[in-house]
Nanobody, 120 residues
């Protein structure tokens, strides 16, 4: 069973960049497709990006990039030109289906989340 641990969150000014990492334990990381979601206070969890068949939320297209390094069992989310409204807890998720998904309920495993705060 793969376990996921996010890192890389923090405080950044509007227009800045962060790269989130999602380290996976276990030896079957390559069998999973990965996704990133976020949840702001008082709001529902929302889709950000997924791999397999690469997808992005419209709001992040052109600014965020999802990638992975199977040799190091790590997935990444590069976030550029961040906006204050993107302040949220960011979660990575893994799905046994290799095509990815924008639907949170279709993922099998979740990390604990990492806080991203974008100041204005």
């Amino acid at each position: 069973q793969v376990q996921l641990v996010e890192s890389g969150g923090g405080l950044v000014q509007a227009g800045g960049s962060l790269r989130l990492s999602c380290a996976a334990s276990g030896r079957t990381f390559s069998r999973y497709s990965m996704g990133w979601f976020r949840q702001a206070p008082g709001k529902e969890r929302e889709f950000v990006a997924s791999g397999g068949i690469t997808r992005y939320a419209d709001s992040v297209k052109g600014r965020f990039t999802i990638s992975r390094d199977n040799a190091n069992n790590t997935a990444y989310l590069q976030m550029n030109t961040l906006k204050p409204a993107e302040t949220a807890v960011y979660y990575c998720a893994a799905r046994t289906n290799l095509y990815g998904s924008s639907v949170a309920s279709e993922y099998d495993l979740w990390g604990q989340g990492t806080q991203v705060t974008v100041s204005s």
